[in-house]
């Protein structure tokens, strides 16, 4: 875990420590976090997971706001140990839609927990939890794993791959797919959001390499790898478990605003139902949990609320007291008269940034019009600043000082990346114009 100097600031804050100690209490089984807004939820929970190296599993109503909990999370203790677990689906499960990238990052986190691993931070959203999955037994019967030195041949592999419904291509671009060029089998697992390259001396697996799809080029070499098949693919019968199965007893479930939560996943559950019986989609009640049965499978685990709309009578209540940083609009007269006020009262003021050209350019506006102000700048890259009122520390970020967009990343495969890829490459046909990387058609070859 990266140490920062955000999540450092609560290592003395008092609530915070009865925080701690209830967590550490394994009598205390429903917590209530009251008073925590914008990023000062994720500090939190980043310097409760620097003390208690457990399994925790954040529930967050609404999949953008996962998205930048979990970018908040990444950028306080680095991507080691932080998953995303989105829903199989591009909306959700009533609108059929599957998007392998997601099936990569559930398949990342389930893989995670079935190899034992208690520590870990896993991020997700409603529509995500609601979908049942695969049993840790079919999981292990169905992930293949080839280590160098192995001895294989050409032929094994490739009725392997078949069997586990692996498409072959020319060249892999997406989870799903293999190809065979010689004695290099180039495949790409649900099991990482790179392809691997593993290349044979006769029928021994000589060496295994990560690459990118983009350029080719070789990312890690590995001594061993996994290869799964698409987990949504496995019959029905084979998922039919929750995923709190998957967590491990010492587990810490943190929810916001958890009767929101049960409240949607029992209106998706409907709305799916609704759909069935309309004949719109087949056979996806049996794939989904109603939100009262979820919330019943959260009770076997000790459980942190926060938010608005609690769903279980707390046994301890820990007070913070935050607020969400002012709307300043880039009006930096105001945003100086903020900075002097805190001075004055007391308060240390923080501008965070990821980027040290924002951070000069914040001391040069400030040197025009208030010459002698300071502030502490921190090169860390969070969603939405706060004021910690018990600590006296204010937390600015740039983004929202200037009125920016800010964008989520969610690591790996993932992410969007700008260049043109081997996927849209081999979709060209004759008469199609590449100007600018967009492909424009002709009237002629429009399909």
Known sequence: MNKNPVSDLYAEHDSFKQLIECLENTYVNQISAEGLYGSSKPVVLTSVFDKLKATHLVIIPEKEDAAYFYNDLAALAGEEGIFFFPSTYKRSVQYEQTEPANIVLRTEVLNHLSSGKR???IVTYPESVMEKVISKRNLKKNTFRIARGDKLSLEFIEEMLHEYSFERVDFVYEPGQYSIRGSIVDV????????????????????IRSFNTEDQLSVEAHDAIQIIPNIQDISVEEINESFTDFLPPSCFIWTEDSGYIKEKINSIYSQTLQREENGQITGRKS???????????????????????????????IAFNTEVQPVFNKNFEILSRKLQSNKIEGYSTYILSESQTQIDRLKDIFAEISPGLTFSPLLINLHSGFTDHDLKVCLYTDHQIFDRYHKFRIKGYFARRES????????????????????????????
Do not use: Y
Not at 426 to 438: A, E, I, M, S
């Open 119 to 121: 520590k870990g931070i």
């Open 188 to 207: 790409f697992s649900f099991s990482s959001d790179l392809p691997f390259r593993i290349d044979f001396f006769s029928d021994e697996v000589e060496t």
């Open 287 to 317: 794939l989904i949990l109603t939100g009262s049965r979820f919330f019943e499978e959260c009770r076997k685990f000790r459980m942190v609320e926060f938010g608005k709309h609690s769903l279980f009578q707390a046994e301890k209540r």
């Open 420 to 447: 043109i890829s081997v996927k849209e490459l081999t979709g060209l046909n004759p008469g199609d114009f590449v100007v600018h990387r967009k492909v424009w058609r002709t009237r002629e070859n429009r399909s």
